[in-house]
C-alpha cells in the first residue's frame, strides 16, 4: 500500500508539511516486520529507495539560484515565452503577477503560486513602500479581483492560491476601502478593435493542431489527484488544484475566443467563411481525438450571441450545417451525455477528454454517497472514484504524435494559439451581435 501511495503522489509530497512523518511511521513499522516476511526483501528496497526520494528537501537558505519563476501561461505578453513548454504548477512555485492600482499603474511581483491574500498585499505594500499597518484600518490595502464586465469580489487576507481562480480578464487591484467602488476594468478589457487576426490567415488544420497539442501539454501537466482534491476539499485543495484550474479556464477561454472572432468580423461573407473555417477546426480536434477542444469550438459557435446571426448562418453551405448539427448532437448533454460517452469509450489513447464532465461525474459519486458510513470508510465509494481517475491515466498511456512544421508561420499561429485576446463579457458580446444584425438589414 506505502509503495503504490508514494508511486502515486510522488512530488505532490513535497508540498505536504505532515506527509514525511507520517511516511517515516510507516516505513518504521514495515522495517520491523521484514524479517518475518523474507519475500519482501524486494519490495522493501524499493520502499527504501522511495522514502529517501520523496523525503529529499532543499532548505529554503540553500534554494538554487538558478531556480526558475514560472509565469501563468493567461499573463504572458513575450512571444518567447509562450512558445516554452508547459510544465506542472506546483504550491511552493513561484510565479510573477501583475497587481494594479485604482489609476491602472501597476507593481510586478514575485509570489508563490500558493500565497494567500495577505502574503500579495504585503509584497505589494513593500512595492509601494506603504507603511505596515493594522488589517482593520481605513486606509490599509485590501486586494479585489476586477473582472471586464465590471464585478468585484473583494478577496478575504486568508484567501490563497488566488491567482489560478481568476477569470480569463479578471485582474488583481490592491486600494484602500474608500476606494472599492471607483474601481473598473482595464480600458483594454472595455474597448473592441474589430479587425483581422491570425485565424483569418490561419489554415484550419494548422489552427486545429497546435490547439491540440498546447492543450495535451496543458492536460499532462494536470496530476491524477488534482480531480479528486478539487471535487472532496474545494477551495481549501486548492493548492493541489492549480493545472486542473487553468485547464477549465483555457476551456472556457477557447470557448469565448470562438464568439470574439466571429462577433468581431464585420464583414457577413467573411464572417460566413469564418463559421465554415472554425466547423473545420471543430472537425480537425476530434479527429485529432482531442475533444477538449471539439467541445469549446462548438461551445462557441453555440454561444446565444453568434447563434441569433441568422443571415449569416443563412450563407453556410449545407454540407456544413449539417456536419455541425452533428456536432451538436455529440455535445448534448441529454441521457448523461450518452452520445459523448459511446464515442470517447471507442477511442484509443493518446485522447484529450472535455474535462468538465469528469468532475460532473466525480461531483455526482462524492456527494451521492458518503465516504464514512457508521464509522466505517465507503470502499465501493472510493473504488468508484479511483476507476473513474483511472481512466485520465488511461488517456495519457501513450504519446501524442502530430506532424507539425517548424516554419516561422507555424510559430505564428502556435504564438497566437497560445495566447488569445477574448471579450468574456456577455453583455458586450450581446452588444456586437445586435451591431451586426442591424448592420445587416
Request: proline letters at 5%; a negative charge; aromatic letters at 8%.
Amino acid at each position: 500500500m506505502l509503495l503504490h501511495f508514494l508511486d502515486t503522489y510522488q512530488g505532490l509530497l513535497q508540498e505536504e508539511e505532515g506527509a514525511g512523518r507520517i511516511i517515516k511511521d510507516l516505513y518504521l513499522l514495515i522495517m520491523k516486520d521484514e524479517s518475518l516476511y523474507q519475500d519482501l526483501r524486494e519490495d522493501t528496497l524499493r520502499l527504501h529507495q522511495l522514502v529517501e526520494t520523496v523525503e529529499l528537501k532543499i532548505p529554503e537558505e540553500s534554494q538554487p539560484p538558478s531556480k526558475q519563476v514560472k509565469p501563468l501561461f493567461r499573463h504572458f505578453r513575450r512571444i518567447d515565452s509562450c512558445l516554452q513548454t508547459r510544465v506542472a504548477f506546483r504550491g511552493s512555485d513561484e510565479i510573477f503577477c501583475r497587481v494594479y492600482m485604482p489609476d491602472h499603474s501597476y507593481v510586478t511581483i514575485r509570489s508563490r503560486l500558493s500565497a494567500s491574500v495577505q502574503d500579495i498585499l504585503g509584497s505589494v505594500t513593500e512595492k509601494l513602500q506603504y507603511s505596515e499597518e493594522p488589517a482593520g484600518r481605513e486606509d490599509s490595502l485590501i486586494l479585489v479581483a476586477v473582472a471586464s464586465s465590471g464585478e468585484k469580489v473583494l478577496l478575504q487576507p486568508t484567501e490563497d492560491c488566488v491567482f489560478t481562480t481568476l477569470g480569463i480578464n479578471s485582474h488583481l487591484f490592491a486600494c484602500t476601502r474608500d476606494s472599492f467602488e471607483a474601481l473598473v476594468p482595464l480600458p483594454e478589457e472595455i474597448q473592441v478593435s474589430p479587425g483581422d487576426t491570425e485565424i483569418h490567415r490561419g489554415e484550419p488544420e494548422d489552427v486545429a493542431n497546435h490547439l491540440t497539442a498546447f492543450h495535451w501539454e496543458l492536460f499532462r501537466c494536470v496530476h491524477e489527484l488534482e480531480f479528486v482534491d478539487y471535487v472532496f476539499h474545494g477551495e481549501r485543495g486548492r493548492r493541489e488544484t492549480a493545472n486542473l484550474e487553468l485547464l477549465l479556464q483555457r476551456c472556457s477561454e477557447v470557448t469565448h475566443w470562438v464568439a470574439t472572432e466571429v462577433l468581431l468580423c464585420e464583414a457577413p461573407g467573411k464572417r460566413a467563411q469564418l463559421l465554415k473555417k472554425f466547423i473545420k477546426i471543430a472537425a480537425i480536434c476530434k479527429q485529432n481525438q482531442d475533444l477538449l477542444s471539439f467541445y469549446a469550438v462548438v461551445m462557441g459557435l453555440d454561444n446565444a450571441a453568434v447563434s441569433r446571426l441568422r443571415l449569416t448562418w443563412e450563407k453556410l453551405p449545407g454540407k456544413f450545417k449539417n456536419l455541425f448539427r452533428k456536432f451538436e448532437n455529440l455535445t448534448d448533454p441529454c441521457r448523461n451525455h450518452k452520445s459523448y460517452r459511446e464515442v470517447i469509450s471507442k477511442m484509443k489513447p493518446p485522447v484529450i477528454p472535455f474535462v468538465p464532465l469528469i468532475l460532473k461525474d466525480l461531483t455526482f459519486l462524492h456527494e451521492g454517497s458518503k465516504t464514512l458510513v457508521d464509522g466505517l470508510v465507503n470502499i465501493e465509494k472510493l473504488h468508484s472514484v479511483a476507476e473513474k481517475v483511472r481512466t485520465v491515466r488511461k488517456y495519457r498511456s501513450r504519446p501524442l504524435c502530430l506532424d507539425m512544421e517548424a516554419s516561422p508561420h507555424h510559430l505564428q499561429t502556435k504564438a497566437y494559439v497560445r495566447q488569445f485576446q477574448v471579450i468574456d463579457n456577455q453583455n458586450l458580446l450581446f452588444e456586437l451581435s445586435y451591431k451586426l444584425e442591424a448592420n445587416s438589414q
